[in-house]
């Protein structure tokens, strides 16, 4: 087991790996950096960008200069597990008994959920890296924005969109998470996999997360049930 403590960075957690600074993220197929990535004797390879998407980039948004971003092709070789009331990141080999059970599917390392967002069952990114959630512009058309904010997307960098607050209904609980709107830049990539919106980091206010992605399953733990 590897234990690493994190950050929270505007939204971002930002894990420190043996003395350097990686964006945990759940929506990129391979880990960005400078130099490859030591993790319990193993050696992973890295790129210097993902989908246009790099360190320089990203490091803009969270408000924090990063060593990397990480990616899938480390995380789908360990259990996953996020820790918000402790502020940890642990890279296991055993999924804890969470209370919660979801199935999810993995299209080239990005976590694909079912989930109802405003009453509507559809397909979503689960996206821990992303400080918003998202959905696509018929979702919200005809709602009023409650204002506008920056984030950044794989492909196209950085951008600003209208912030809507949805209904995310999880098990018997409903949360209101904030929605951005997918850019249209992408629109035909999302709907080539057959995904709808995103499901970013605010989903960590509420839950621990233990995912693993080679046996398809992401457990979730009520914080409110855990004991601080």
């Not at 403590?5 to 003395?19: D, E, P, T």
């Not at 989930?115 to 696509?136: C, D």
């Given at each position: 087991m590897q234990q690493y403590?994190?950050?929270?960075?505007?939204?971002?957690?930002?894990?420190?790996?043996?003395?350097r600074k990686f964006l945990i993220d759940t929506s990129m197929p391979f880990t960005v950096a400078d130099r490859p990535m030591l993790i319990g004797g193993d050696r992973f390879e890295v790129a210097p960008e993902v989908m246009g998407l790099n360190t320089a980039q990203i490091s803009k948004v969270v408000g924090l200069e990063l060593d990397g971003i990480l990616g899938a092709n480390v995380i789908d070789n360990y259990v996953m597990?996020?820790?918000?009331?402790?502020?940890?990141?642990?890279?296991?080999?055993?999924?804890?008994?969470?209370?919660?059970?979801?199935?999810?599917?993995?299209?080239?390392?990005?976590?694909?959920?079912?989930?109802?967002?405003?009453?509507?069952?559809?397909?979503?990114?689960?996206?821990?890296?992303?400080?918003?959630?998202?959905?696509?512009?018929?979702?919200?058309?005809?709602?009023?924005?409650?204002?506008?904010?920056?984030?950044?997307?794989?492909?196209?960098?950085?951008?600003?969109?209208?912030?809507?607050?949805?209904?995310?209904?999880?098990?018997?609980?409903i949360h209101n998470f904030k929605f951005g709107v997918v850019p249209t830049q992408i629109q035909d990539f999302i709907e080539m996999a057959n995904v709808t919106a995103a499901i970013g980091s605010e989903l960590l206010q509420h839950y621990a997360v233990s995912l693993s992605i080679n046996d398809g399953v992401l457990m979730l733990d009520p914080l409110e049930t855990q004991i601080h």
């Open positions: 403590s994190y950050n929270l960075v505007n939204g971002h957690r930002v894990a420190n790996i043996r003395g597990k996020i820790l918000p009331a402790e502020n940890t990141l642990v890279l296991d080999h055993y999924l804890d008994a969470f209370p919660l059970e979801i199935d999810i599917d993995n299209l080239g390392g990005m976590v694909i959920m079912n989930q109802t967002i405003a009453g509507i069952r559809q397909k979503a990114f689960l996206a821990l890296g992303m400080r918003l959630s998202y959905v696509n512009a018929a979702m919200v058309e005809g709602l009023e924005p409650i204002g506008y904010e920056r984030d950044v997307v794989g492909m196209i960098g950085e951008f600003e969109t209208p912030v809507y607050q949805l209904p995310v209904a999880i098990d018997r609980k």
